[in-house]
């Protein structure tokens, strides 16, 4: 029962470092956004830095969407293997974030393709960074359910 309850809880662990992980992801998008318009910190009135509450949210809402099913097999991987480093969950983001462009690509019923370089890296640095809100949030622990399942039992003497 406890290994059920163990089971549960890291999934619900891990759904709260998806979450997080598409809201950094798209906090990052927002902001490459604004600087390629010339926003800078300097020139911020504190209604333009209010108007961020709702980009970052409804932006995570599709960063999520579109990343779900390469984001689910990095991090079934990663539970397996229970990596920890959060170098391979910045490389992993990179990966997922690559995985979507190339979807966008050959997919021609979407009228998003991205083409141009530094669009293409400013999405791939998002899944980067998402990668590394997700080691932040749940990934520093992955695998810990597994190790704990597979010890030998201690005995009281």
Known sequence: MTRLIA?????AVILFGYVVASLAAS???NILFLA?????PEHAHPTATASLYFPIPFVALFVAYFAFVPAAIVILISEILSRRDWLFY???GGIVAAAFLGFVHQNPDFNFDVTEPRAIAA??????VGGIAYWLSAGRWAGSWWQAATSPERSES
Request: charged share 5%; hydrophobic share 60%.
């Open 90 to 92: 910045a490389l992993a």
């Open 27 to 29: 906090a990052f998008l």
């Open 7 to 11: 089971y549960f809880v890291r999934c």
């Open 123 to 128: 999405v791939i640095g998002s899944g980067m």
């Open 36 to 40: 390629s318009l010339g926003y800078a």
